[in-house]
């Protein structure tokens, strides 16, 4: 029997005693190296005789803890877990509520330990993107590049409506690397490019929609958090201004916005959605198209 065995079985019988029980702490690696006079490999291969044996649970920050015999052991936490629970609490709450304390508060760890799965706030808001936008499934490529377009464009729009915080947090200009985005990529830019485009100009195309659909996805966070605020919604506000918006807009100066007032409209993000990819997507066709003979 080697010396981490003797120890394990020592502390075997302790657990079988009843002088640890259920819910205390374990020795600690530093605890059996003092107690028995070992190396530290040593006592580390007696804790994982102990948990192999279902004795004990070990966790990152929590250290080991003794079982009930009944009990199952906690799954082992990984970044994975940590990521879809940031996620989690953007799309409950906000992209700003998402910290490396609200963050281990809600995976009932030190703060420290979520360190050991995301080594920055930065990095976590990218591993967070990064599997938003890895979730994204647009059909199979059409031989209709306009088709092929919308549905990767309306994807990433259902996307941003589950996920309020995504337009906010991606960056056009300064993009973090993204793996699980290239599919996406590649679906939306290799549509442009079997359009006709070169390179150059179907990248600025792919740039142009995507912040074209951004910028409309910008507009849910704030009026979901304005919503739950008040209990108002857009439209129900818009007619507590009406009265103050057309007198500041008299029809003898500006008859346009006075017609506009005097008009209902229900806002609707789907239907601007829709209007600016038609009309973009119109302009775009009506240029690929070769110049009729005069």
């Not at 609490?89 to 809600?106: K, P």
């Not at 259902?158 to 993204?178: D, G, I, K």
């Not at 017609?259 to 119109?282: C, G, K, Q």
């Amino acid at each position: 029997m080697t010396r981490a065995e003797e120890i394990a079985a020592v502390l075997r019988e302790r657990i079988a005693s009843g002088r640890l029980r259920p819910g205390d702490r374990a020795p600690s690696t530093r605890a059996i190296m003092r107690d028995h006079g070992v190396a530290m490999a040593t006592a580390s291969k007696v804790l994982a005789l102990l948990q192999a044996d279902g004795l004990i649970d070990s966790a990152p920050g929590r250290g080991s803890v003794v079982l009930a015999p009944d009990r199952p052991r906690a799954p082992e936490l990984t970044a994975a877990d940590v990521i879809a629970a940031a996620v989690a609490i953007a799309d409950a709450e906000s992209l700003q509520a998402v910290s490396m304390r609200r963050l281990a508060a809600a995976l009932e760890i030190p703060t420290m330990a979520v360190y050991r799965y995301v080594p920055s706030s930065d990095e976590l808001q990218a591993a967070m993107l990064d599997r938003v936008l890895g979730e994204l499934e647009p059909p199979p490529r059409t031989a209709d590049w306009r088709e092929d377009v919308e549905a990767v464009l309306r994807a990433l729009w259902e996307s941003m409506q589950a996920h309020p915080w995504l337009p906010a947090a991606m960056s056009m200009t300064r993009p973090a690397v993204m793996p699980g985005a290239m599919p996406m990529s590649e679906h939306l830019l290799g549509a442009l490019r079997s359009a006709g485009l070169p390179p150059r100009a179907a990248f600025t195309e792919y740039l142009c929609l995507l912040n074209l659909v951004r910028g409309l996805g910008a507009t849910i966070e704030p009026e979901l958090a304005d919503r739950a605020a008040t209990g108002v919604t857009e439209d129900e506000w818009i007619d507590t201004q009406l009265g103050e918006l057309r007198a500041a807009a008299p029809a003898d100066r500006f008859p346009v916005m006075a017609e506009m007032l005097h008009t209902s409209y229900p806002y609707d993000a789907d239907v601007l959605l829709d209007t600016a990819l038609t009309r973009y997507l119109d302009g775009l066709a009506a240029g690929l198209a070769p110049a009729s003979p005069r």
